[in-house]
């Protein structure tokens, strides 16, 4: 795939016409078995307490970062950029982005244990490693649980 050189991209709230090239986005970016599908983002746009964010190049969605609220916590549910614009900090824009859109409590998220570019940009954002969740994704798949401390919060056991 060839890389594309982001200039103008903008982060904002999805919009319902933006779901279907959402699909595709998540197909591109995640492995077939972590890709959302039209049906699971459609239900997430719905969803009041959850925040669904894209970025986007002209018409085109080159990054989604989907998050919520849970027990006092803020939580990155879904996080991705197209093969063709990463490693050009649209994924740190993202997560800020998320950060700011949903400021209570601590930031928590679960990543697969191999996934060395998510952790490495989780903890550039200031995220830690606080747990494992044996064979999560898959037999012999652990999840990493990550979580940040933000100002307020009381660094509490991370409740998932
Ligand atoms: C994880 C993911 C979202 C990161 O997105 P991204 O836009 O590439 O993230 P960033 O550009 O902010 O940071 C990634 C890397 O690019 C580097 N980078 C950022 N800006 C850069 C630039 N201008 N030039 C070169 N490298 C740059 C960062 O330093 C970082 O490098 P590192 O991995 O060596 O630490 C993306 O790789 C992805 O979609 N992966 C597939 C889905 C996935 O695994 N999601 C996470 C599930 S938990």
Redesign the pocket.
Known sequence: MSRVRARGVEIGGVRFSELRRATILQKR??KPR?AYGYATLLLLWGLPHVRFLVARDGDRIV?CAIGDRNGGQARVV????DPD??????????LRALDTAIPEGDMV????AD????K??YR?EGFKEVGVSRNYYGRNLDGIWMQKVRDGSSAAKIRI
């Open positions: 970016a995640f972590l990054g879904n996080i991705c950029v614009y990463q490693r050009q900090g649209i994924g740190a824009r993202l998220l679960m990543v697969e996934n060395q570019t998510a490495s940009l550039r």
